[in-house]
């Protein structure tokens, strides 16, 4: 594995993140991996997938008191998040 700054990071990051929807679990995985390793923070891009299994298909449950309720459709893990 080659290595790369940390702004060439930034920029395979979000150039990963256009194509979203096309990407497997285990390339999600290996995005915020590399996110980590740079100590990038992917701030919104964060909330497109599962915390517990990188699966895109997310579902909103509920939103109460600006706490937005997620749940997973493959493996029923809930992510709460503040709404601003």
């Known amino acids: 594995m080659k290595k790369s700054s940390k702004s060439e990071a930034e920029t395979e990051i ?3 993140f256009k194509d979203l929807k096309n990407r497997t679990p285990k390339e ?3 995005i915020k991996r590399l996110a980590m390793k740079h100590n ?6 964060k909330k497109k997938f599962c915390k517990k299994c990188f699966s895109q298909d997310l579902k ?3 939103v109460r008191k600006r706490i937005k309720t997620v749940e997973c459709r493959k ?3 809930l ?3 503040k709404i601003k």
């Open 14 to 16: 979000l150039e990963l």
């Open 28 to 30: 999600i995985r290996k």
């Open 40 to 45: 990038i923070k992917l701030r919104e891009l």
């Open 60 to 62: 909103i449950k509920s």
């Open 75 to 77: 493996c029923g893990n």
């Open 79 to 81: 992510m709460r998040w």
